[in-house]
């Protein structure tokens, strides 16, 4: 079973830059993709970005040219830097890890949450 811990959120004015962290505290088995969702007040879950164990990296076209995600694969670790921040950045940053069992069924894991808070 896979813990993912957060860390790196907090508050920030419009402009500027946070770097999230998570990192896995248990990987027994391979991890295929890892990234982040955030959810604003009042608003639903969205992905930010993802990347996958090919390399592949996914953004939302809200952040595409100002998030970058990055993977540590040998610790499992996946990492959000944030520049040029909006107030509508502001809201709770999830981080994801999915795997593939041997019958290809997926699982997924969640972190516990870190707020970021950008204020105009």
């Known amino acids: 079973q896979v813990q993912l811990v957060e860390s790196g959120g907090g508050l920030v004015q419009a402009g500027g830059s946070l770097k999230l962290s998570c990192a896995a505290s248990?990987?027994?088995?391979?991890?295929?993709?890892m990234g982040w969702y955030r959810q604003a007040p009042g608003k639903e879950r969205e992905l930010v970005a993802i990347?996958?164990?090919?390399?592949?990296?996914k953004y939302a076209d809200s952040v595409r040219d100002r998030f970058t995600i990055s993977r540590d694969d040998a610790t499992n670790t996946v990492y959000l830097q944030m520049n040029s921040l909006k107030p509508e950045d502001t809201g709770a940053y999830y981080c994801?890890?999915?795997?593939?069992?041997?019958?290809?069924?997926?699982?997924?894991?969640w972190g516990q949450g870190t707020q970021v808070i950008v204020s105009s």
């Open positions: 994801n890890a999915y795997r593939f069992d041997r019958l290809g069924d997926r699982y997924d894991y």
């Open positions: 990347s996958y164990s090919g390399g592949t990296k």
């Open positions: 248990e990987a027994i088995f391979t991890i295929n993709g």
